[in-house]
């Protein structure tokens, strides 16, 4: 048997499979909420990341071309000398320099230079070698250093 609908007497029986507006509204609402709260962490996910990178340079990977420099010269680059030493021979050590140990010096992960003391302030019996870190100012307690 066939049953005939007429307007506003029989209601129809197939349930409607769609989304209401109030639940798009919700999923939406949702959705802005999980992204503000991604956006708002991004800034200390990269930063300790930031952090950790200039903490693997200055107390692993400068140290290979730093030993390297050492071992053919005697002593380690001077202050005045810096990071530079590295990658061009130092006047009047141009004979026994055997370099480049690196191809240029790398910067921070804020793009400033790494810094470099010997003697050191913190390792008076060999080198300083630090990253004055995210607020861009030498000598506060977010530097980053060997020591």
């Excluded at 197939?14 to 109030?22: E, I, P, R, S």
């Excluded at 693997?56 to 990977?61: G, P, T």
């Amino acid at each position: 048997m066939r049953l005939h609908s007429f307007p506003g007497r029989f209601a129809n029986t197939k349930a409607y499979t769609g989304f209401t507006l109030v639940e798009m509204l919700i999923v939406i609402a949702l959705i802005a909420i999980v992204a503000t709260l991604t956006i708002t962490n991004l800034g200390s996910i990269f930063g300790s990341k930031q952090e950790e990178s200039a903490e693997i340079f200055v107390n692993q990977s400068i140290k290979t071309p730093i030993m390297a420099y050492r071992t053919a010269l005697g002593s380690y680059p001077t202050t005045a000398e810096g990071f530079q030493a590295l990658v061009v021979a130092p006047t009047g050590k141009e004979a026994r320099w055997k370099g480049p140990y690196i191809d240029k010096m790398a910067l921070d992960p804020w793009k400033n230079p790494y810094q470099y003391r010997c003697p050191g302030a913190h390792n008076p019996r060999s080198y300083d070698a630090w990253s004055i870190g995210p607020d861009q100012i030498d000598g506060t307690p977010d530097d980053i250093g060997n020591w």
